[in-house]
């Protein structure tokens, strides 16, 4: 299977069989300056309802929109409830974190959660090879959460997302303040990364991609 970034939080991920899912789609603005959308997709996930997560009508294909468990094209996914924000979803709302498999990866997609996780959570998250991770902070964990995140769920891959760049123009940090200390980090001149199952890293390794759009 193959990850693409696209921008922000929206990742295209293609099975080896050809199924296209994009996660949580944005809608362009003045400060969010990723490209359009141009890819078509089987499958939209939305973690929650904001422009910059839940813009499907960007996504070509006329996808299935999945937003609580479901299953498509052969993929199951597990929705795991949680919140925008550390005060109980009384700031910002609600989020869904997704967890589904493809070609024997399992994937997690943390949206915007903006808190460490529960026991709870992190049991019904289960096993991760590839986290795609927030950590920008002020709409969601800062780089110090995100940190504390991956070390609950021991993923193989950490994919950051959701951060500052010279496309994203939201109060929020660059992808600096989380890589600072970290061990393990590839930067490679890529939007798009393959993952194989039985062959993903033994030990935490943290890759940023560039963004396609």
């Given at each position: 299977?193959?990850?693409?970034?696209?921008?922000?939080?929206?990742?295209?991920?293609?099975?080896?069989?050809?199924?296209?899912?994009i996660?949580?789609?944005?809608?362009?603005?003045?400060?969010?300056?990723?490209?359009?959308?141009?890819?078509?997709a089987d499958i939209?996930?939305?973690?929650?309802?904001?422009?910059?997560?839940?813009?499907?009508?960007?996504?070509?294909g006329?996808?299935?929109?999945v937003?609580?468990?479901a299953?498509?094209k052969?993929v199951?996914?597990?929705?795991?409830?949680?919140?925008?924000?550390?005060?109980?979803g009384?700031?910002?709302?609600?989020n869904t974190?997704?967890?589904?498999?493809?070609?024997g990866?399992?994937?997690?997609?943390?949206?915007?959660?903006?808190?460490?996780l529960?026991?709870g959570?992190?049991s019904?998250?289960?096993?991760?090879?590839?986290l795609l991770?927030?950590v920008g902070g002020?709409?969601?964990?800062?780089?110090s959460?995100?940190?504390?995140?991956?070390?609950?769920?021991?993923?193989?891959?950490?994919i950051p997302?959701?951060?500052?760049n010279n496309?994203?123009?939201?109060?929020?940090s660059?992808v600096?303040?989380?890589l600072?200390?970290?061990k393990?980090?590839?930067?490679?001149?890529?939007?798009?990364?393959?993952f194989?199952?039985?062959?993903?890293?033994p030990?935490?390794?943290?890759?940023?991609?560039?963004?396609?759009?």
């Amino acid at each position: 299977m193959k990850i693409k970034w696209l921008g922000h939080a929206s990742f295209l991920i293609t099975s080896d069989s050809g199924v296209k899912i994009i996660t949580d789609p944005y809608l362009p603005d003045e400060r969010l300056r990723y490209g359009h959308i141009n890819e078509s997709a089987d499958i939209a996930t939305v973690s929650h309802e904001h422009s910059d997560h839940g813009s499907v009508s960007t996504v070509k294909g006329s996808p299935k929109v999945v937003k609580s468990d479901a299953e498509a094209k052969g993929v199951s996914f597990r929705g795991i409830p949680t919140f925008h924000d550390a005060a109980g979803g009384k700031d910002r709302g609600k989020n869904t974190v997704f967890c589904f498999e493809v070609d024997g990866v399992k994937v997690c997609h943390l949206g915007d959660l903006g808190h460490q996780l529960t026991a709870g959570q992190v049991s019904a998250i289960g096993a991760v090879d590839v986290l795609l991770l927030p950590v920008g902070g002020f709409y969601t964990i800062d780089a110090s959460v995100a940190s504390k995140v991956a070390e609950q769920l021991k993923p193989r891959v950490v994919i950051p997302m959701h951060f500052k760049n010279n496309k994203c123009h939201f109060p929020i940090s660059g992808v600096d303040d989380f890589l600072r200390g970290k061990k393990n980090v590839s930067q490679p001149d890529a939007s798009e990364i393959e993952f194989k199952a039985g062959k993903v890293p033994p030990a935490t390794q943290v890759i940023v991609l560039k963004p396609a759009l």
